[in-house]
């Protein structure tokens, strides 16, 4: 039996869960953004007392890894990091689109959402990377990628691979709103990351021994963090 502490900040979203062999025990959710620093251990510390489970009944710490939002990866990636180096725990790290794409495959199982075909469908999870530019992956309903990751700047031939092959092709996340008018032959619904789409990932990967080293892991920010200049004069 593992009980693992999930974390998923690489939105707007702060997200923190706690799952016993895969299975969700417990949820903090806020999407008022730009307080994640200050929300994500508030939420931990909830978390459990809630559900009575002390720090060290902990088995791992699992975080989403990005893509996704500089400062947000680095907030929870920066506290999972912490968490493991002072109770002595594993760090697991899952892609922030494999678990928006397992939140969607959950949300279906559950009868949430509905999409015509979905046992042929291919399932594109979106995060918004600014103008129209998205972080994007594609993954079939039984969640094995059909594409890298990668940084699309989203126009009428974008993913038409996979137009091509006649399957249906459901978008989804933060990144997919602004896509619909350049990708109408595509499905959108409405799918938002969260900290349980970490749950059954992270119990795979803690399974097969797949953890991270500590001191060197970082998040994936898939492009490099690029600081301008403001043209507001302060003096």
């Not at 939105?11 to 008022?32: H, K, N, Y």
């Not at 939420?43 to 902990?58: C, K, M, N, S």
């Not at 959402?113 to 079939?140: H, K, N, T």
């Not at 039984?142 to 399957?167: L, Y």
Request: charged share 25%.
């Amino acid at each position: 039996m593992s009980l693992i502490l999930c974390i998923e900040t690489g939105t707007d979203i702060c997200s923190v869960g706690i799952a016993r062999d895969g299975e969700l025990l417990s949820l903090r959710e806020s999407d008022e953004g730009r307080d994640h620093a200050r929300k994500v251990a508030l939420f931990v510390d909830e978390l459990l007392h809630e559900t009575g489970i002390a720090p060290d009944d902990l088995d791992a710490v699992a975080v989403g890894k990005g893509p996704g939002s500089y400062t947000g990866l680095r907030i929870g990636v920066s506290f999972a990091k912490g968490l493991c180096y002072g109770l002595r725990k594993p760090l697991v790290a899952v892609g922030s689109l494999d678990a928006l794409a397992e939140v969607a495959r959950e949300d279906y199982e559950a009868g949430i959402i509905s999409v015509e075909g979905w046992e042929r469908a291919r399932l594109c999870p979106m995060v918004d990377a600014r103008r129209m530019e998205v972080y994007a992956q594609v993954f079939d309903t039984d969640g094995k990628p059909q594409s890298e990751v990668s940084a699309e700047v989203i126009g009428p031939e974008s993913f038409a691979q996979f137009r091509q092959e006649g399957h249906p092709f459901v978008i989804f996340g933060n990144g997919s709103l602004k896509c619909t008018e350049a990708l109408p032959w595509a499905t959108r619904i409405e799918v938002t990351p969260s900290a349980r789409g970490l749950a059954r990932p992270a119990q795979r990967a803690l399974d097969e021994g797949r953890t991270e080293d500590i001191a060197y892991f970082e998040p994936f920010y898939l492009k490099d963090f690029v600081v301008t200049t403001s043209k507001k004069k302060l003096f």
